[in-house]
């Protein structure tokens, strides 16, 4: 099947910068998109920021210009650079990966097991 590791979390102080990244490998026909999402301690799951095949991006409005995805289709890798960090950004990050199997088994989603990012001074 897919597997989906991250790595390059840690702790930094408020302002500071951490740069994520994550790899997909396995069985895959085609990558459709990758994504981070976050979850803070007693909190849903949400989406940080998503990049698609060809490049379109999508953020969340609490780290749009602070947060930038940027992905490497050859290598099924998908990073997350970011800035001006804040202590409310401290949560585990999943890295998740949407892909086509094969032509006929398509839009699988397969999930990391996170990596933990704490803003604290």
């Known amino acids: 099947q897919v597997q989906v590791v991250e790595s390059g979390g840690g702790l930094v102080q408020p302002g500071g910068s951490l740069r994520l990244s994550c790899v997909a490998s396995g069985s895959i026909f085609r990558m459709n998109h990758m994504g981070w999402y976050r979850q803070a301690p007693g909190k849903e799951r949400d989406l940080v920021a998503v990049i698609t095949s060809d490049g379109s991006t999508n953020y969340a409005d609490s780290v749009k210009g602070r947060f930038t995805i940027s992905g490497d289709n050859a290598k099924n890798m998908v990073y997350l650079q970011m800035n001006s960090l804040k202590p409310e950004d401290t949560a585990v990050y999943y890295c998740?990966?949407?892909?086509?199997?094969?032509?006929?088994?398509?839009?699988?989603?397969?999930w990391g097991s996170g990596t933990q990012v704490t803003v604290s001074s």
């Open positions: 998740n990966a949407n892909v086509d199997l094969n032509s006929y088994n398509r839009n699988y989603s397969y």
